[in-house]
């Protein structure tokens, strides 16, 4: 019969960070370890607080299910003597797989006739099974940082205190360090400290919450959100929608207790985000809004106990956050006493790197690529763009950003707009550090979007210059990042730039000598953003390959190609259209120079074949100006016709080698008007070419 496996891993408290990935993976290896041991089960489920992580597996076989294996052993003639009768050999090999010799058979093979086994496999028990997994399973699970915690060098994110298992209600033993494992959890450290013992999954569940542990995360993330609504409610407000806020607190506590408390309302003068800052990075507090969006003078947070006086709780939490904000007051009055702008010299101080210098010749790298990239971009926005770079890093050395760092940008256009700068030229301040993160938000201003660029174009340019390259999983300076981000920015805003000229501008300004192979690899490093990032978004990987090994040059341009093939690809004439290309690319040796002389064309099907393409140059040449990759590519197909003619009536290889090194000219020109587009060679195709 089928029975639930449940095993809790009983900690001190594991940082928030830390425990979803920890759940997600402990499914996916048990989903994984639990095929290969041939146990079927119907569903899977992980459970964690920062005091417990738990998995429950439900209708697990109680025994691996059975298989007949055939294993191949040695040759016929080694197996067999001259009259038949078992070796050694065959001996041996039939006790190693448990049969008796009589039970081998003969199989003939592609190599010759060998003995044979079959025997069945499986059968253990789960029980036994779990007992010898579990240990290595738990000591496998990963965290970014685990810690040493007793005399046998075991390491886990937090010292583990207790361990239940148990399979069909019955324990599973074992035991990591000293902890011996058993069928019994724990309630709330505080609350509720005593064990109990489990009996089945909604046992295990209720009487968790009969001790104060709401071991479900999803339900207790309900809870935290209907609590914190509420309290606003009553208020007069509403929550400041914080997602991110919202998945930590749930993983700080067992038995969220919302409470709501206030500050003092002169704090609202300090710009809305020194509060908001405070509040969710040191506290953990929910800021409080009005209907408008206004900061009103209250926060709320969440408990992880419910006191006898919550109170006394709400006053603590009061008194702590008056303590923050207090120094937030101080740090703003004490930077609005010197401007920003003056701030700036202050950078020569500050080194970015060794080999690069320091924050002020970046802003100084940053102002002149910003003024090349402008007008590219948008015209107007040179003169903001050039004044947002000199002032763009200069809010690192406020007392505010000191304090809190995640400020960086947004106090930079706080102090900017109260110092007077141009609108257009704080608001590009905030925008260049946009996107800071996967999914975050893009610069929306032209000034915005050159600087982003050019702030991250620069760092990559700088780090290859010196040879400070990402290589797989190591990327401490956050270039695949920034990478990425450049060309989020240019694809959604559907900006056509030269990713070479602008490299090209970056390195110069660097100064650096014999910078020509760090200037394909960066070249190349945006290539392989890109790459991911298209095929991640579900074009074709061939295709994707195939334009960017073609030009990757303008971004947008490449986005383009790719759509217009994405609209074609899966027509009937798609793919043997695909043929036709690469038996044009595939003939011509890859150092071969030279076009085609039409005083040497002789054969009829060649001199079409020149015709059609002299023809098709002329007319393709204004779509391929004008973007208009689609209609290319339906007017490229038809020379088809004259290329399979071609082949099939030319010797393209003669003897002759002047008609030879002609013909191959040809389809040298050809393949050139091709690879306009992209390198059809790297398109996959169903038959070979």
Not at 5 to 20: K, N, Y
Not at 591 to 599: I, L, M, P, R, T
Request: glycine content about 6%.
């Amino acid at each position: 019969m089928p029975a639930d496996i449940i095993f809790e891993i009983g900690t001190e408290e594991i940082p928030a960070r830390f425990i979803p990935d920890a759940l997600q993976k402990m499914k996916d290896r048990m989903a994984v370890f639990l095929k290969n041991e041939m146990v079927s089960f119907q569903s899977m489920e992980s459970y964690g607080t920062p005091r417990r992580l738990a998995l429950y597996v439900k209708d697990a076989a109680e025994k691996q299910d059975e298989k007949m294996v055939e294993v191949i052993g040695p040759a016929k003639s080694v197996a067999y003597d001259k009259d038949g009768k078992p070796t050694k050999a065959a001996l041996g090999f039939a006790k190693g797989q448990g049969v008796d010799v009589s039970a081998l058979k003969i199989k003939a093979t592609d190599k010759g006739e060998y003995i044979c086994a079959s025997r069945k496999d499986g059968g253990k028990d789960t029980a036994e099974i779990l007992k010898k997994m579990l240990p290595q399973f738990i000591m496998d699970i990963a965290f970014p940082k685990s810690m040493y915690w007793d005399d046998k060098k075991i390491r886990f994110a937090r010292p583990i205190r207790w361990l239940m298992a148990i399979f069909n209600n019955t324990p599973v033993e074992f035991t990591i360090a000293d902890v011996k494992s058993s069928n019994m959890s724990r309630g709330h450290r505080f609350m509720s400290p005593g064990a109990f013992i489990v009996n089945g999954i909604e046992d295990y569940i209720h009487q968790l919450e009969a001790n104060y542990v709401i071991v479900n995360q999803a339900k207790r993330r309900e809870m935290i959100v209907s609590q914190i609504n509420q309290l606003a409610k009553e208020k007069g407000g509403q929550v400041m929608s914080d997602d991110e806020l919202i998945d930590t607190v749930t993983f700080l506590v067992e038995y969220p207790a919302a409470l709501c408390g206030d500050f003092d309302r002169d704090y609202l003068k300090l710009p809305k985000e020194i509060l908001i800052n405070a509040m969710k990075e040191h506290q953990k507090y929910f800021s409080v809004v009005d209907k408008d969006g206004n900061l009103l003078s209250y926060f709320i947070c969440i408990a992880n106990t419910r006191a006898k006086d919550m109170d006394v709780v709400k006053k603590g939490n009061e008194r702590v956050l008056r303590a923050r904000l207090s120094d937030a007051q101080f740090f703003f009055n004490e930077d609005r006493k010197k401007r920003l702008t003056d701030r700036t010299a202050d950078l020569k101080g500050v080194i970015f790197q060794e080999s690069l210098g320091t924050l002020y010749d970046k802003v100084e790298r940053d102002a002149a690529l910003a003024e090349y990239l402008a007008p590219i971009i948008d015209k107007g926005a040179k003169d903001a763009a050039k004044r947002a770079a000199y002032l763009c890093k200069s809010d690192l050395l406020t007392g505010i950003v000191g304090e809190f760092p995640k400020l960086q940008g947004i106090m930079g256009r706080e102090y900017a707009l109260l110092d007077g700068e141009p609108k257009a030229a704080a608001e590009a301040i905030y925008e260049h550090y946009l996107p800071r993160f996967a999914g975050d938000e893009l610069p929306k201003t032209s000034a915005g979007i050159v600087l982003s660029i050019v702030d991250k174009i620069d760092s990559i340019c700088g780090y290859f210059a010196i040879g400070l390259i990402p290589s797989g999983s190591q990327d401490p300076y956050a270039l695949r990042r920034q990478a990425l981000g450049i060309i989020q920015i240019l694809l959604t805003n559907k900006i056509h730039l030269s990713l070479k000229g602008l490299i090209e501008k970056a390195f110069e300004l660097i100064k650096i000598n014999k910078l020509g192979e760090a200037k394909k690899e960066a070249l190349d490093f945006l290539r392989q953003r890109m790459d991911n990032l298209l095929t991640s978004e579900g074009y074709r990987y061939d295709i994707v390959d195939a334009v960017l090994s073609a030009n990757l040059d303008d971004p947008y341009d490449c986005v383009l190609k790719i759509m217009a093939f994405n609209k074609i690809k899966d027509e009937p004439s798609f793919e043997p259209l695909m043929i036709s290309f690469k038996r044009v690319i595939n003939i011509i040796p890859p150092d071969f120079k030279g076009e085609a002389d039409q005083n040497l064309l002789s054969e009829p099907a060649e001199k079409a074949l020149f015709d059609a393409y002299t023809a098709l140059k002329k007319d393709i040449s204004p779509l391929l100006e004008a973007y208009k990759y689609e209609e290319a590519l339906k007017m490229i197909a038809g020379i088809k016709k004259e290329v399979d003619t071609f082949f099939d009536k030319v010797l393209v290889m003669d003897k002759d080698e002047r008609l030879k090194a002609n013909r191959l000219g040809l389809l040298k020109q050809i393949g050139i008007l091709f690879n306009n587009i992209a390198d059809f060679s790297r398109i996959v195709t169903e038959k070979k070419s």
